[in-house]
């Protein structure tokens, strides 16, 4: 089955213990995106991968980092995660940018930092 | 930058009543445009899309039309039903030379009841 998975689902943590949130997809996509989500803000892009090695920054990336080694692979990591952090935040591919190709969003990750 | 607004919700309706969620955009060329649709505890997922002007995107019996000399891109359907309640986003992409980046509005709650 074509999907997007990201682990864990729900996390509950304190300020400024590093977190790793996985986003894995078996569809094969060059693309892949982080994005949170807000009451009253919708989904705003934290970052993007358009293929192996090549990240670039969405629109609110402050105190995340990613990395693309494997183009099945997207961890979004959270080196000293703060009570502003927390959100749901959603991992999504596709076969290339989102301009025409549609995008797949995995189940999203509920994160609560104390 | 890029920008997309929807009429702000949450929109209650009765089973088999005329739905139309309006949604504006700014952009500085020629964009794609998409609404994505999240049901309860779920990802967001495609529902219609239009890539260049007077496009008419559909699905499910929903339907929208990209207008461009207004900016819009109102999503209609005719009869709606208990299954459609759901948060409905609409979303904006540019060009590929631009970058992949998807912009998304502030979603909109549509709850329909019996």
């Known amino acids: 089955e074509a999907q997007v998975t990201q682990n864990p689902r729900y996390l509950i943590t304190v300020t400024g213990k590093k977190l790793t949130v996985t986003c894995s997809q078996n569809?094969?996509?060059?693309?892949m995106s982080w994005y949170r989500q807000d009451p009253g803000l919708g989904l705003r892009q934290i970052y993007y991968?358009?293929?192996?090695?090549?990240?670039d920054k969405g629109d609110v990336p402050e105190g995340y980092k990613v990395s693309r080694k494997e183009k099945r692979n997207f961890p979004l990591i959270l080196e000293s995660p703060s009570p502003n952090q927390t959100s749901l935040y959603f991992c999504?591919?596709?076969?290339?940018?989102?301009?025409?190709?549609?995008?797949?969003f995995g189940p999203g990750t509920r994160l609560t930092v104390l | 930058g890029d920008s997309v607004t929807q009429m702000e919700g949450p929109v209650t309706l009765s089973e088999e009543a005329f739905l139309t969620i309006n949604c504006t955009y700014t952009?500085?060329?020629?964009?794609?445009l998409f609404w994505y649709v999240q049901y309860p505890g779920e990802g967001l997922q495609l529902l219609l899309k239009?890539?260049?002007?007077?496009d008419k995107g559909s699905n499910k019996g929903f339907e929208a039309t990209y207008r461009k000399e207004t900016t819009s891109f109102h999503l209609e359907k005719g009869s709606v039903q208990v299954s459609d309640s759901a948060v409905y986003f609409c979303?904006?992409?540019?060009?590929?030379?631009?970058?992949?980046?998807?912009?998304f509005g502030e979603g909109t709650q549509l709850t329909v009841n019996p």
């Open positions: 999504a591919s596709s076969f290339q940018g989102p301009y025409s190709y549609t995008q797949y």
């Open positions: 569809m094969n996509h060059e693309y």
């Open positions: 991968s358009m293929n192996v090695e090549v990240t």
């Open positions: 952009a500085t060329g020629y964009p794609s």
């Open positions: 239009a890539t260049k002007a007077d």
């Open positions: 979303a904006l992409s540019e060009g590929e030379t631009s970058g992949s980046r998807l912009t």
